[in-house]
Structures are given as C-alpha cells and as structure tokens.
C-alpha cells in the first residue's frame, strides 16, 4: 500500500466512525422495521382523520342528482371534484357541511384556454372575457341541469 494512502487510512477509520455514530442517533428506532422507511409511519398515518367519502356515499341519498350527472358532460367527474371531500357531510348532511364550488376560477380550472390542453378533449373559453355580464359560471351552466346552448 502506498505511504499517502497508510496515513489516510486513519482519518478514513475515524469518518466512518464518526458517521455510524451520527447514523446511530439520527436514524428512527422503527426505520427498516418493514421495508426501507419509518415502521412509526403507519401508526401516523393511520391516526389521521379521514375526510374522504366515495362517490358511492353520496350516490345513496342523492340518487336523483347522480341520474342527471350520468347525461350531463360531467358524467366522468366525481361528486367530490365539485363539493369537496364530503365525509363530515356523509356524516351528518347538514348543507353547512357541504361546499358547491363554482365560481370562475373554480370553473376554470378545467376549462381556463390553455395551450397545453387539447380542445378535442375539453372545451375552453377564456375567463377572462367569456360571458364577463354575469359575475359564475352556473347562472348558465348549472352542472345539474341539462343545458342547451351546446349540443
Ligand atoms: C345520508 C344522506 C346523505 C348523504 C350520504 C349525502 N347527502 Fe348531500 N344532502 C343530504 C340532505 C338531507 C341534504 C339537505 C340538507 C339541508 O338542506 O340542510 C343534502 C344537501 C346536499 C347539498 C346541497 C347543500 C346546499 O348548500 O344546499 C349538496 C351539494 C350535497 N348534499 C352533496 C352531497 C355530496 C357531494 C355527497 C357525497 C360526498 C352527499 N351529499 C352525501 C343528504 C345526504
Ligand atoms: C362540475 C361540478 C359538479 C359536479 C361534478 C357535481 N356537482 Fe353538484 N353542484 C355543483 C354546483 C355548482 C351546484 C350549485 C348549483 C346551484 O347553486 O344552483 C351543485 C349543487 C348540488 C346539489 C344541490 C342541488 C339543489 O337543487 O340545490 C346537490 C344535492 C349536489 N350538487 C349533489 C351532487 C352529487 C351527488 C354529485 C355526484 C353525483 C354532484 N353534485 C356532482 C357542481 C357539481
Ligand atoms: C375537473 C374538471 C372540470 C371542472 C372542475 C369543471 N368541468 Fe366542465 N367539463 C369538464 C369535462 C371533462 C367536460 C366534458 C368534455 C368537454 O368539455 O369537452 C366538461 C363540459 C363542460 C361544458 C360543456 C358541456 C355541457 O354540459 O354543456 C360546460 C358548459 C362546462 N363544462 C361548464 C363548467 C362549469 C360552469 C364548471 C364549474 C361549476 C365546470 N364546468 C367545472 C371538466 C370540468
Ligand atoms: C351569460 C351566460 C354565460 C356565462 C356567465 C358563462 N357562459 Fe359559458 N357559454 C355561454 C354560451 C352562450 C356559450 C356558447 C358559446 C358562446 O356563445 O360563447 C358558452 C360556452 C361555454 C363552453 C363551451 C365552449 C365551446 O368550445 O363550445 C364552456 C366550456 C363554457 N361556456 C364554460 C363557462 C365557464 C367556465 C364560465 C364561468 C367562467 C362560463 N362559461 C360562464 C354562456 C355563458
């Protein structure tokens, strides 16, 4: 072994020291306990509060509602995209436990011009300047109600 690398060899010896020392205090207790991350992270994650329901929640009580979607352009959209993720709702359906978004940026989200965005899959207007006389887009377009302008 040549004489430069002999004299490294103990700084070499002290860093790795050094490093498994560190590893030893900073790696969590139940890291690897499963697979290549925190075992404690389960536990968190599994105490969170859900606030998810499923479409098929809200299908139950507002089969009515569901039978419009189906015909309407929405019909690929899930209730919560529109109404948030509804669990307190489901919960206890009261309205103040429910949102109805849909103002312009709401509504633009989808349907704001975009270059990147291919017309043949969705329309687009500009929010901007599209129908700026009435202050949302649902005095038009109710997603509830079948709407004419467009077949
Ligand atoms: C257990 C039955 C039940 C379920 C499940 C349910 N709802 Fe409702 N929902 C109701 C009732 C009852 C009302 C009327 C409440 C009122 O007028 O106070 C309502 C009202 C609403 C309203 C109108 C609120 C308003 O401001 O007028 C929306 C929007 C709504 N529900 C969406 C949903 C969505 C989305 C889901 C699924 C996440 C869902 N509901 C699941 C019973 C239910
Ligand atoms: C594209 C967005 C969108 C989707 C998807 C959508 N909604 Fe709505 N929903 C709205 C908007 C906006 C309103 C408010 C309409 C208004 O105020 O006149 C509304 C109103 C409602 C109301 C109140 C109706 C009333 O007559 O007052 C209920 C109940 C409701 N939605 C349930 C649902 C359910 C159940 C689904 C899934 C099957 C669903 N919505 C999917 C946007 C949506
Ligand atoms: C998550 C994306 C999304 C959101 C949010 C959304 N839309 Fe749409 N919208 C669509 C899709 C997908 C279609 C059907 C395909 C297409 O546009 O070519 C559609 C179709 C439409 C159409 C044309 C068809 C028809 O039924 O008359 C109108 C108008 C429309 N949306 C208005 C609205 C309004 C108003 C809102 C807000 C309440 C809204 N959209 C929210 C995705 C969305
Ligand atoms: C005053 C009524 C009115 C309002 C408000 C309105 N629209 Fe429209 N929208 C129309 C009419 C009418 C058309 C048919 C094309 C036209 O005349 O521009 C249309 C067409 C569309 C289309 C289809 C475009 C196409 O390529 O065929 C979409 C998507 C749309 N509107 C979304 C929206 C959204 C999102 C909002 C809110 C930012 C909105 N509209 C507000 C009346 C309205």
């Known amino acids: 072994m040549p004489i430069q690398l002999k004299r490294l060899l103990p700084l070499f010896i002290i860093f790795i020291g050094l490093f498994l020392i560190v590893r030893h205090f900073l790696v969590p207790d139940t890291f690897g306990q499963y697979g290549h991350y925190r075992g404690d992270a389960l536990i968190d994650n599994a105490s969170r509060n859900l606030v998810h329901a499923s479409k098929e929640d809200c299908h139950e009580c507002h089969s009515d509602i569901q039978e419009k979607l189906e015909n309407d352009m929405h019909a690929s959209l899930s209730c919560l995209v529109c109404h948030g993720p509804g669990l307190m709702h489901v919960a206890d359906p009261l309205a ?56």
């Open 96 to 151: 103040e436990n429910i949102e109805k978004m849909s103002g312009r940026t709401f509504c633009g989200r989808c349907h704001q011009l975009n270059a990147a965005r291919s017309t043949d899959m969705i329309y687009q207007i500009d929010i901007a300047t599209h129908h700026t006389e009435k202050d949302n887009c649902i005095e038009c377009h109710n997603p509830h109600e079948v709407w004419e302008g467009l077949e």
